[in-house]
């Protein structure tokens, strides 16, 4: 019977970095993945002569060789940047509405400031209040998070203790009045699913701080791109992977994990497992809820899933200036009101007036699309629920309906592209569902509110012994914590085995 | 354990609160995670066990296999996809794409109209050795030729090619069925007056629906062949169906098809983007590619080893996939012409021929992955599955 040091379930961001990371440490390590190729949300797929992006808008946390950031440090030491190549992403955003309100905000505090100070003078000063708050948050949580201060206290970090659990909107409510200027200041927190009131400002101060200290990225040949290199150095490794192969079981035996029953009907054997599926798919189906402890698996029903999305891919005739665009990201607003009124409508399957992100890669790397061509990817968050009660017969005239609605919504924003769309293919909540085995397509994991943080939960442990959790449903969601817990998951496991090997 | 210092945050106590509270309100019932998967796979199965209803001899070399379901459910899909049918013959586990060629309308059962081709394995199997009651296994609906909403004109001009006719016959019978207010011109090329599939039905259609035009092309028709000769030419589609700025043309037939009409289209000023194209398995013979190196025989022998797996015999001019499927090893495969990157393999040493507009990710490209389907062994090689 085979057996492994290690089973990884999953070739997400989160396996693919524990896989790897198991691996160079010597380790005997098998990684299973349902599909056919690596990355889970981190793929791309081919349609006419473009390949179209599905999951990344901006990369976060990689930083400069001058100023790394925390994922440029671990993707160094899985030895894989030498392989990549990153394309600096030279907007942090832009906000655009249909009345024809535009600007642009450039990852530098200085030209933010100013750009801001411009549009909206009556609010100079709580401006600047607001981002030497953000810049202060940000330094305590590094001071006492990164830097792990064993003397951390209220007095020395002030800010951290005030505002973490905040909800975001009431520090934008304490700052501005403006109701433009607060949505232009909360776009983010369509990276994060939660509404802002629903959302801790710690969340907020460290995306933003992070985007503009760390810059946001994007990678040549997309998040596959990624993927396949993070697999190339586990198959370098000795790694074993299988493709088109999924886990059916996970066997345990005293509350010890024993090994794995895959989909081709073999028992494989290993003493540890990192699962990048869902902890419901985890214990529900692999393991079977009897073999967990009952305070585990109310923990778990009782976190509410993060929303899904519906995402259109659109590739053009035509360069992106061509069609009025001039920056990667852009988020496409109708409506200021961030709050849950908002995000209500996130539980409707029609589109109206959402929210949306329109990311065009060629403009920072022109040699994403063919020459002459470009591609976007354009998202706005939905629940998956809703998809679930269509009777299957009324699920095509509905993505239709939606992506309608969804092309109106671009077009009044860029009112050209309809003429020069040569592919297009649209992705709905049950897609993700589909091809990410997500309970519900929860393309974050678990909604990404306080009470569901890290300071909260129990991350990728588990009450099985040998068993670890890696990807989204650990903490937070998005590729930097996703790729960054894998590596976590990896630290457990060699700790574990240190540990018995003394 | 130590206490965290973010248990002295403002606000903790309260979020604790709410934990605790949503602790007692948790749903009892078991994780459903069923019910999703359940309704997945009522849209997207991986197989569907289908029983044939029905076969219906076409033309002396065509029969049309009506499929249905055990449980009369059948997946939604949209005219023009293809199924792909997995099937054992002569020992050998492989696969075939098939158009849909009956209403997406109707979802009662599918209609695959199977033309024999030459030495062809499935096809003759098919035509001669199934029977009404036995069953079929296949995936659920693929493909990416179809009429988009969004984006096509709903004047729409097809040309088809042989058994490239099916995915229209799907297209034709929903607009008729459903009155869909757009507007179809059929230019049906075939060798001889004999090949033509569904005639009597596309004659009869296009004599009671106006918005459907009918226009069967022989390339070798009799003396006395009262109807339109020759091939598809620009002059012909400009004569039939006038301007066609605001049309999209759909294509489906084989390659040699494509090689003539798609530069007669070109030649009308029709851009890319109004031009879709469906799949019609690898190329017809690879050695006739531009960029096949002349050196290589066609039936050179090369070996490919399967890493961690037995080792087969490859001849140059055969699709990897097709060897490996003959030798015992079958990765899984959708269109078999290059598109779904489903039989995706790396090469890890070795060369291979593939096409040069195969759609292969790029990075896939970087690391050797290639689509055995449309890939060619130029030497020895190995491979990872
Ligand atoms: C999207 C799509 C839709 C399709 N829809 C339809 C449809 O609706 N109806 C339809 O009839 N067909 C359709 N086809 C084509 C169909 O899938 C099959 O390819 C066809 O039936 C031939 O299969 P076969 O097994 O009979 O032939 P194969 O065994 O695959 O052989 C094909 C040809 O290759 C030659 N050949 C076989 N082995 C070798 C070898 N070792 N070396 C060199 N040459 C060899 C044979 O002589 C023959 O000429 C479709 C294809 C695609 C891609
Ligand atoms: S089977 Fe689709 S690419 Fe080969």
């Known amino acids: 019977m085979a057996k492994y040091d290690a089973i990884v379930i999953g070739a997400g961001n989160g396996g693919l970095t524990a896989s790897t990371a198991l691996a160079q440490k010597g380790l005997n390590v098998l990684l299973l993945e349902r599909h056919n190729i690596p990355g889970g949300c981190a793929t791309s797929f081919c349609r006419g002569r473009f390949e179209f992006e599905i999951a990344l808008h901006q990369l976060s946390g990689l930083g400069t060789t001058e100023m790394p950031g925390p994922l440029r440090m671990d993707l160094d030491s899985l030895g894989v940047m030498q392989d990549l190549e990153f394309v600096e992403i030279s907007d942090l955003y832009s906000v655009q509405n249909p009345d024809g309100f535009h600007i642009t905000l450039k990852p530098n505090k200085e030209q933010i400031l100013d750009e801001l100070k411009n549009a909206f003078p009556h609010e100079k000063e709580a401006i600047d209040g607001f981002f030497d708050l953000v810049y202060q948050y940000a330094n305590d949580m590094i001071g006492a998070f990164i830097f792990r201060d064993p003397e951390a206290s209220r007095e020395k970090y002030p800010n951290l203790y005030r505002y973490a659990f905040k909800p975001a909107q009431s520090v934008i409510d304490d700052f501005f009045t403006d109701p433009l200027l607060k949505a232009v200041l909360s776009v983010y927190w369509g990276y994060l699913g939660v509404s802002t009131d629903q959302m801790a400002f710690a969340y907020l101060a460290m995306i933003l701080f992070q985007y503009i200290v760390f810059k946001p990225f994007h990678v040549k040949g997309g998040s596959q791109a990624l993927s396949n290199t993070i697999l190339n150095k586990f198959l370098s490794h000795g790694g074993t992977v299988r493709f088109n192969c999924s886990a059916e079981r996970i066997l345990t035996e005293g509350g010890t994990v024993q090994g794995v029953v895959t989909g081709q009907g073999d028992v494989v054997r290993s003493d540890y497992i990192v699962s990048n599926a869902s902890p419901m798919v985890t214990y529900g189906q692999l393991i079977g809820e009897e073999q967990i402890p009952e305070k585990t698996i109310t923990e778990v029903k009782s976190r509410q899933l993060s929303t899904s999305a519906f995402t259109m891919f659109v590739g053009f005739d035509c360069n992106p200036e061509d069609i009025g665009i001039h920056e990667s990201t852009n988020f496409l607003m109708v409506n200021t009101d961030m709050t849950i009124n908002n995000h209500d409508r996130m539980r409707r399957l029609d589109i109206d007036d959402e929210l949306m992100v329109l990311s065009c890669y060629d403009v920072s790397d022109p040699e994403f699309s063919p020459e002459g061509a470009c591609q976007t990817n354009i998202v706005t968050l939905k629940y998956g629920e809703p998809w679930l009660r269509l009777p299957p017969q009324q699920y095509l005239d509905v993505k239709y309906r939606c992506a309608e609605k969804m092309l109106q919504r671009v077009q009044a924003i860029y009112p050209d592209i309809r003429a020069h769309i040569e592919e297009i293919e649209v992705g709905t909540p049950l897609t993700h569902m589909r091809y990410l085995g997500h309970p519900l397509g929860a393309i974050y994991g678990f909604e990404q509110q306080t009470k569901n943080s890290l300071f909260f939960q129990p991350g990728r442990f588990t009450p099985i012994k040998g068993l670890y959790f890696a990807g989204c449903w650990t903490g937070d969601g998005g590729f930097e914590p996703t790729l960054r817990s894998g590596m976590a998951a990896a630290r457990s496991i060699t700790k574990q085995i240190d540990n018995k090997n003394v | ?385």
């Not at chain 2, 969004?150 to 097809?158: A, F, G, P, R």
């Not at chain 2, 042989?162 to 179809?184: A, C, N």
């Not at chain 2, 499927?325 to 269109?335: L, N, R, T």
């Not at chain 2, 050797?368 to 030497?379: A, F, I, K, Q, R």
């Open chain 2, 1 to 385: 354990m130590k206490k965290g210092i973010w248990e002295d945050f403002d606000g903790y106590d309260s979020i604790n609160e709410e934990i605790k509270a949503s602790h007692i309100t948790a749903s009892k019932r078991a994780f459903e995670l069923d019910f999703a998967d359940q309704y997945i796979k009522r849209l997207h199965p991986d197989r569907l066990a289908l029983k044939i209803a029905d076969i219906i001899q076409e033309t002396p070399t065509t029969k049309t296999f009506r499929l249905v379901s055990e449980d009369n459910e059948l997946p939604p899909f949209q005219a023009g996809q293809y199924l792909s049918l997995l099937i054992e013959v002569q020992g050998i586990r492989t696969s075939r794409p098939y158009s849909i060629s009956s209403q997406p309308n109707q979802i009662g059962y599918y209609d695959i109209t199977v033309k024999q081709v030459k030495n062809g394995l499935v096809s003759t199997f098919l035509l001669n050795h199934v029977n009404i009651g036995d069953s079929l296994t296949v995936s659920g609906p693929q493909g990416n030729f179809y009429f988009n909403p969004l984006v096509h004109d709903e004047n729409m001009i097809c040309i088809a090619g042989g058994s490239g006719i099916t995915p229209f016959m799907s297209m034709i019978r929903e607009i008729v069925d459903r009155g869909l207010p757009r507007t179809l011109t059929l230019f049906y090329g075939n060798r001889y007056a004999d090949d033509i599939i569904f005639h009597e039905q596309l004659t009869h259609i296009s004599d009671h629906f106006e918005r459907f035009r009918y226009i069967p092309v022989i390339e070798k028709a009799s003396q006395d062949y009262q109807g339109q000769c020759g091939l598809i030419t620009a002059d012909l589609i400009k004569e039939v169906a006038g301007a066609s700025e605001k049309a999209t043309f759909f294509l489906c037939g084989p390659q040699g098809m494509y090689d003539f009409c798609l530069p007669q289209i070109e030649h009308l000023g029709i851009p890319r983007k109004k031009i879709r194209k469906e799949l019609y398995g690898p190329p017809l013979d690879i050695c006739k590619d531009p960029g096949w190196p002349k050196e290589i025989e066609r039936d050179r022998l090369f070996s490919v080893s399967v890493k961690n797996g037995q080792t087969i015999s490859a001849p140059a001019a055969s699709p990897l996939l097709v060897s490996l499927e003959k030798g015992g090893v079958v990765p899984p495969s959708i269109c078999r012409s290059g598109e779904c990157s489903m039989c995706r393999v790396k090469i890890l040493s070795g060369k291979v021929f593939q096409p040069a507009d195969t759609p292969v990710r790029k990075s896939d490209s970087q690391y050797g992955y290639v689509h055995s389907c449309v890939s060619y062994p130029l030497e020895d090689l190995e491979i990872l599955l």
